[in-house]
């Protein structure tokens, strides 16, 4: 799998769980402490999301 087609299936896993938890983007970019673009991109495949960028799964 390339890199482009996990980025995007990444994106689509994120906004299942975003959207089964009821959260707009910006409640997810708030709550994961990222800006609202950064957890907008993934889902649209443009970006790799950086490790930085990511909370720890303990921090929520």
Known sequence: ???QKRD???GRRLKTL???AGMTLNELAA???VSQPS???????CR??????MPS???S
């Open 57 to 59: 799964p303990s921090s």
């Open 31 to 33: 709550r994961s402490g």
């Open 1 to 3: 799998m390339d890199q």
């Open 39 to 45: 957890t907008c991109r993934p889902a649209r495949g």
């Open 8 to 10: 995007r299936a990444i």
């Open 18 to 20: 975003r959207t089964q």
């Open 48 to 53: 790799t999301a950086r490790g930085a960028a």
